[in-house]
Nanobody, 129 residues
Framework: QVQLVESGGGLVQAGDSLRLSCQASGGTFSNYGMGWFRQAPGKEREFVSAVSWSGSNTHSADSVKGRFFISRDNTKNTVYLQMNSLKPEDTAVYYC??????????????????????WGQGTQVTVSS
């Protein structure tokens, strides 16, 4: 059983940066593919970024490409989401997710929430205009 705890959210102004962290415990972190998702009020959960078990393969949603960057440090059991040039439409609760099968599949990444087995509780990001 993997436990995921997100941190780093907050209230910022448009154009600012934030770095989210997701600390994993209870499993061998390098066995898991990881992803970040977000959910705004009244909207469905949407894909943000994903990273393979080694960090060699990443994929991001078009809405955040060039602004958000995902990375991981397997020695610290942590995945990061560096968010730059934040916009009010980035306001949401951000969740990290993990899946063993993605990690087992080598360099696979997925943007489908249904592909992830473990989820954190989320961290709020609010961007004011």
């Amino acid at each position: 059983q993997v436990q995921l705890v997100e941190s780093g959210g907050g209230l910022v102004q448009a154009g600012d940066s934030l770095r989210l962290s997701c600390q994993a415990s209870g499993g061998t972190f390098s066995n898991y593919g990881m992803g970040w998702f977000r959910q705004a009020p009244g909207k469905e959960r949407e894909f943000v970024s994903a990273v393979s078990w080694s960090g060699s393969n990443t994929h991001s949603a078009d809405s955040v490409k060039g602004r958000f960057f995902i990375s991981r440090d397997n020695t610290k059991n942590t995945v990061y989401l560096q968010m730059n040039s934040l916009k009010p439409e980035d306001t949401a609760v951000y969740y990290c997710a993990a899946d063993f099968l993605l990690g087992y599949s080598g360099s696979s990444v997925s943007q489908m929430p249904s592909d992830y087995e473990y989820w954190g509780q989320g961290t709020q990001v609010t961007v004011s205009s």
